[in-house]
């Protein structure tokens, strides 16, 4: 009996994470197509950043800036890949080289 107690306990709380996860997701959507008004505080012109509050719309994250501030439009990560081989051979250099390693062969000898 206890167990169809629990059963039925998980299974409306099932039900219930299902229909927030539902709800949410509409809310999210309706919340995208919204656009909210800019913000205009004391707070948002006393750092070094000039372009929070003069600009209208969306300003891009500092990390995709250059420099002289322009967007980056090349990738911000590229991977190449290698070989197991390859990378047992970096991480055994980097191991090696390790300041702990040193100890403990010092202490083997």
């Known amino acids: 009996m206890l167990h169809l107690l629990y059963i039925l306990a998980f299974t409306i709380l099932a039900f ?12 999210f959507s309706f919340d995208r197509d919204r ?3 800019a913000r205009y505080s ?7 950043y000039p372009y929070v ?16 501030g322009n967007l980056i439009k090349e990738p911000l990560l590229v991977m190449r890949s290698i070989n197991v081989d390859d990378a047992r051979q970096q991480l055994d250099a980097l191991y090696e080289s390790s300041p ?10």
Request: aromatic letters at 2%; a neutral charge; glycine letters at 12%.
């Open 53 to 68: 509050g003069s600009r209208k719309g969306l300003t891009p994250h500092p990390e995709l800036l250059d420099s002289s």
């Open 100 to 109: 702990g390693q040193k100890r403990e062969s010092q202490e083997e000898g």
């Open 35 to 37: 656009s909210y008004p």
């Open 42 to 48: 004391s707070m948002a012109n006393q750092g070094n």
């Open 16 to 27: 219930i994470a299902v229909g927030n996860l539902i709800r949410n997701l509409i809310m």
